[in-house]
């Protein structure tokens, strides 16, 4: 029996976990320079959870848990976003007590049962930020959209572009569905059967739709910033007013809806090249309420989550063409009983220095070591044999052009951190 990865599961194998480490410091990096922490929550939760705060009739909830009976007969599922459960936690721990804003990010994986395809995974990775407290003025989102820019231009992530909306609040959304489902009621025999069915069941979700053939017939309907109510028409325009305070270019696409139920006011998503279909890299939105659905205090609260996947092939695909930069400084070549005693210690000083070094385990001759050296893509091979050890001189040579010199250890740290600092 030959055992595979599960269909929509993938490895993360070097170099590229190196690239993910790199993309996921940054995240914290920049996050806490924003004033937010770090929060783990549980890969499992009660069913319940994501199906009241997610909405049952999205297709998340109704299609794509993976659900499944504990043993002790409670239902509980893999979480397939951070938002619930970051609000559960906000109200387990009585978070509304604590001075400010509650600023968290959580970094992890997260479960859909998707049809696979290239950017789009059963088990994909997030990282995510939410903002809690009582304030849900348009600086915060703002603030939100600034910091995730950051963010992207420092992971080197080019031509990203950033949509926005305002898809109103419970006094005027209601009102446009309405709207908007007696309007698609009419031209419902046009419409292919996922829209039809979502006339009924979530009719905003029908201008998230991406048929070519119902293209012309969505872009009649009538748009949400024409029935905004005043407030939410207020929030959206304090929004845009930040957003060109912090110099954030971006555009209004109205059909952004975003797929979870409890997303209310903003909604943003941003955009990346060289991902085809799946090119949404960050999705998210104000959502007033959730902590209050969920059983907590009247809460404000926005957030956004990038899908880790996706950010990681775009930023590939920018680079495809460049070298690929090896992580090993120094191959050490030693050969002769003599030799392997100073090797070990040399091995240690130099990591100890900061330096990743290959230790061959077993002698092997000179000719041998450097070609093996040359295949990992060391930088540099340290050559010690009994003459070094007897001199304790060692040649160092750079693999990149063959040139060799001798050094004692500590000039040869010294001529490391040279040829490190040029
Ligand atoms: P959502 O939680 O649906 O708002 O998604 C936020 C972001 O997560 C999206 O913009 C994607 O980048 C990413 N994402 C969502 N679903 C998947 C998936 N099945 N595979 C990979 N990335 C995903």
Known sequence: MKFQAIKGTRDILPPDSALWNRVEQTARDVFGTYGYSEIRTPIF????????????????????????????????????????????????????????????????PMFRRERPQKGRYRQFFQIDAEVLGQSDAPAIDAEVIEMLLVFFERVGLRGATLSVNSIGDKNCRPK?????????????????????????????????????????????????ADYLCDDCRAHFAKLQAELKLREISYEINWRLVRGLDYYMRTTFEIIAPGLGSQNAVCGGGRYDGLVELLGGPPTKGIGFAIG???????????????????????????????????????????????YAVELPPEEMKFKKSIGLADKLGAK???????????????????LADGQQNKYSMADLLQHLHGARAS
Not at 56 to 64: C, G, N, S
Not at 183 to 206: A, F, H, M, W
Not at 326 to 352: H, T
Not at 380 to 398: P, T
Request: hydrophobic fraction near 35%; charged fraction near 30%.
């Open 45 to 108: 939760e009660q069913t319940e959870l994501f199906a009241r705060s997610i909405g049952a009739e999205t297709d998340v909830v109704a299609k794509e848990m993976y659900t499944f009976d504990d043993r002790d007969g409670d239902t509980v599922t893999l979480r397939p976003e951070a938002t619930a459960s970051v609000c559960r936690a906000y109200i387990e721990h009585g978070m509304h007590t604590l001075p400010g804003n509650v600023k968290l990010y959580n970094i992890g």
């Open 176 to 224: 446009y569905v309405e709207l908007l489902r007696e309007e698609l009621r009419k031209v419902k025999d046009s419409l292919g059967p996922d829209s039809q069915r979502r006339i009924e069941t979530n009719p905003l979700r029908v201008l998230d739709s991406k048929l070519p053939e119902e293209q012309a017939i969505i872009e009649t309907l009538p748009h949400i």
């Open 308 to 354: 880790t996947d996706r950010l990681i092939l775009s930023l590939q695909d920018a680079t495809k063409d460049a070298a690929p930069e090896s992580a090993l400084d120094v191959f050490i070549a030693w050969m002769g009983e003599k030799s392997y005693a100073p090797a070990v210690q040399l091995a240690r000083q130099l990591r100890d220095a900061g």
């Open 380 to 398: 540099y091979a340290l050559i010690i044999g009994e003459d070094e050890v007897a001199s304790k001189q060692y040649s160092l040579k750079r």
